[in-house]
């Protein structure tokens, strides 16, 4: 992927779509290597990602 996946992308997206990213990003996460741009790309695609399951699943 090695692109931010912003919280705007994230806009209507669904729970399988926010999961389906989710898993890209993770993916990338664990083939990038530590401190490289990619990794930081993908840890902020997770972050982003994780708020916007938050929104949409609510309160656990």
């Known amino acids: 992927m090695s692109k931010l996946i912003a919280a705007a992308d994230l806009a209507g997206k669904s729970i399988p779509e926010l999961r389906a990213l989710f898993r890209a990003a993770h993916d ?15 840890l902020a695609s997770l972050e982003n990602i994780s708020r916007a399951l938050a929104v949409v699943l609510g309160p656990a």
């Open 28 to 42: 990338d996460l664990v083939r990038s290597e530590p401190g490289s741009p990619e990794r930081r790309l993908a």
